[in-house]
Structures are given as structure tokens and as C-alpha cells.
T-cell receptor
């Protein structure tokens, strides 16, 4: 399978703990995105990478959130000192730099903070 | 700053065509219309996109009105597996407008 893969698919943690999610994009895609989705809502944009450069961060991405994409390949999203409000599905997507640049999403990582 | 308006929900019968409307009255000349869907507990899936001409692929057809202020996604023969939330999104050229902004979408339920 050559789609976007995310790991872990599910994570349950206690409030205050740190969690990290990993995303492996489609290999030839140089753009990578993180979105967050809460129950009943559409996905909300968090951040965007072009190659290894993080070019945009949403105001939703508080100081407790950090994303990296070393060497322009896989990406990690870390949440420090988790809060119950961080419970959500975290979606990763990738795209190529073409005029239409369709985004291809992974299956998501569901976080539950107890 | 939603650029599209969709009905919150709709039902359709299995085997029949499902016609999903979307209004985008403020669309600019260089903006595309994209459709994605999200089946429960999965990531969004790209369906189709168009600029001004009608488009068809193996999943669906996209009909864009001549004034480009609205469009319709057509699932020609809906199956139970088409039950999902469908998102209509307007976006410019990906060279400059790289991200997708999702609204609430239309929850489509296909009934046997």
C-alpha cells in the first residue's frame, strides 16, 4: 500500500502526559498537512510543510503542540502536557505541488485524553 | 469563512442516483471546486474536482453551473458503502492556495 500511513491509530493517555504521532506521506509528495477533527465537525487545519519547511501554523496549534518533518520525509506531531480538550482525531495528508494538488489523507490517529 | 453551503443531510435509496448540491456564490474565476467524502472513522477521501467544465471519473460526476455559483456531485448508483459525510470545498490553484478548508459537509445516508 502506497498511501499515507499514520501511527498509532489509537492512543489513550492520561491528562498531563506527552504523546507523539507519526505520519508517513506518499513518497513523491513534497507537501504534508496536519488536521484535527472533533466529533461532528469537519477537519480543521493545523499546520503545513513543504519539504522540511513548516510554512504555516494555525492559531489552533498552541505552544503545547509541535510538528516536525526532518529531511522532508515523515512527520511527527507531538502534544505536550495533554488536556482533555485535545481528544480528537489527528489527520495527516500529503499532496504534490501541482496546480490542483489533491490532498490524500491517512486514516488518522485517534487520541483520547482521560 | 466558509465559501460553500451544503444541506446538512440527505437520504437516498440504494441503486438510485444521489445528487448532492453545493452553493459557492462567491467563487473566484481561478478557484476550483473539490469534493471529498469521509466514511465513518476514516480519513477524508478525494472524489473529484473541477474548474468550469463538467467532470466524470470512476467514482462520480461533477456538474458545475455556467455561472459557477453552484455545483452538483452525482453518485450514479448509490450503494450502502457510499454512506458518508460529503464535503464540497472551494480552493484556488494549489501553487498558491495549498490547504483545504472543510465545512460541516452533507451527511448522506444510503438506505436499502
Amino acid at each position: 500500500d502506497t498511501g499515507v500511513s499514520q501511527d498509532p491509530r489509537h492512543k489513550i493517555t492520561k491528562r498531563g502526559q506527552n504523546v507523539t504521532f507519526r505520519c508517513d506521506p506518499i513518497s513523491e509528495h513534497n507537501r504534508l498537512y496536519w488536521y484535527r477533527q472533533t466529533l461532528g465537525q469537519g477537519p480543521e487545519f493545523l499546520t503545513y510543510f513543504q519539504n522540511e519547511a513548516q510554512l504555516e501554523k494555525s492559531r489552533l496549534l498552541s505552544d503545547r503542540f509541535s510538528a516536525e518533518r526532518p529531511k522532508g520525509s515523515f512527520s511527527t506531531l507531538e502534544i505536550q502536557r495533554t488536556e482533555q480538550g485535545d481528544s480528537a482525531m489527528y489527520l495527516c495528508a500529503s499532496s504534490s505541488k501541482t496546480v490542483t494538488g489533491e490532498l490524500f489523507f491517512g486514516e488518522g490517529s485517534r487520541l483520547t485524553v482521560l | 469563512d466558509a465559501k460553500t453551503t451544503q444541506p446538512p443531510s440527505m437520504d437516498c435509496a440504494e441503486g438510485r442516483a444521489a445528487n448532492l448540491p453545493c452553493n459557492h456564490s462567491t467563487i473566484s474565476g481561478n478557484e476550483y471546486v473539490y469534493w471529498y467524502r469521509q466514511i465513518h472513522s476514516q480519513g477524508p477521501q478525494y472524489i473529484i474536482h473541477g474548474l468550469k467544465n463538467n467532470e466524470t471519473n470512476e467514482m462520480a460526476s461533477l456538474i458545475i453551473t455556467e455561472d459557477r455559483k453552484s455545483s452538483t456531485l452525482i453518485l450514479p448508483h448509490a450503494t450502502l458503502r457510499d454512506t458518508a459525510v460529503y464535503y464540497c470545498i472551494v480552493r484556488g490553484s494549489a501553487f498558491n492556495d495549498y490547504k483545504l478548508s472543510f465545512g460541516a459537509g452533507t451527511t448522506v445516508t444510503v438506505r436499502a
